[in-house]
């Protein structure tokens, strides 16, 4: 017979959840030693993981998977635009002003942290001298450039407001889209992805080609042209017509890397 402490009707409160993420923790390292496994959750020097630091995590897969690594992340993408709507429904207690644990605050300043690592990203790829491809080019260069370089993962009270400010300037914040093989230097005006009047993010998900914010470099040009590669594999052992789909998502994958090619030039030249 199930036991449980837990009160078997009515909404789950805070407490009940923070006591279910340690009884989660509790379970996955009892699992991991009966199977045997080498892996388990170590104890957290910070105290309990809780509700507050829980959405830090929820908050680092919508920043950072954009378009469902994992298979949460779909819905992650999607619970981005839901709360990018900021609109008055109060879902996930939408008053920013009230705490740096609102989930907005949390996933303002995992983005901003993001977007940092994406434009230190660029600009290693231009020190490595690399090609640039994309109309939205010189913006991503310029912007890569001007960053703020955000220290350290304590979120201070600063951190957060610096964080939604940075995120407020439209057109110079960069998302690493790793799915569509591209940095997206998001300007909304320019969106094919149809981000709502106000958001300060694209829809990742939703990416679609063509776009005038798309931002390629030769290591992009190089993954896409792997990835078109295995498509091709893998397309051999399926059926038809499923095959001949796969094939003509390869070519285009082909396509796109030999647009790079043609167009992509050094960073002194985008200046
Ligand atoms: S469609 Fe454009 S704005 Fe949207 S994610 Fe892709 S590149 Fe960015």
Not at 71 to 77: E, F, K, M, P, V
Not at 230 to 238: K, N, P, R
Request: glycine fraction near 6%; charged fraction near 25%.
């Amino acid at each position: 017979m199930i036991t449980t402490r837990y009160a078997p009707y009515g909404a789950l409160k805070n407490n009940t959840l923070n006591e279910r993420v340690e009884d989660f923790v509790a379970w996955v390292n009892r699992e991991a030693e009966a199977q045997g496994l080498p892996h388990h959750i170590p104890k957290d020097p910070h105290g309990p993981i809780g509700l507050a630091r829980f959405r830090r995590t929820l908050a680092w897969h919508i920043a950072r998977q954009p378009g469902g690594l994992i298979a949460l992340a779909i819905q992650y993408g999607h619970l981005r635009t839901v709360l990018d709507a900021r609109t008055s429904s109060g879902y996930a207690s939408r008053s920013r002003s009230r705490s740096r644990h609102r989930i907005h605050s949390v996933l303002d300043v995992e983005t901003a942290l993001a977007a940092a690592d994406t434009a230190a990203r660029l600009r290693d790829r231009v020190a490595a001298d690399e090609n640039i491809s994309g109309s939205a080019a010189r913006r991503a260069l310029t912007a890569a450039a001007q960053v703020p370089r955000f220290k350290g993962r304590i979120v201070s009270n600063t951190f957060v407001r610096k964080a939604s400010a940075f995120l407020a300037r439209n057109g110079v914040v960069l998302f690493d889209n790793p799915d569509a093989f591209l940095i997206c230097a998001f300007k909304r005006e320019n969106a094919l992805c149809e981000p709502d009047p106000d958001a300060n993010a694209p829809r990742q998900y939703d990416c679609r080609p063509g776009c005038g914010n798309a931002v390629r470099t030769d290591t992009h040009a190089r993954l896409l042209r792997e990835r078109a590669g295995e498509i091709y594999q893998l397309s051999a052992h399926a059926p038809e017509p499923v095959g001949k789909r796969m094939r003509a998502n390869a070519d285009r994958l082909r396509e796109t890397t030999e647009t790079h090619d043609a167009t992509a030039h050094r960073a002194e030249a985008w200046a």
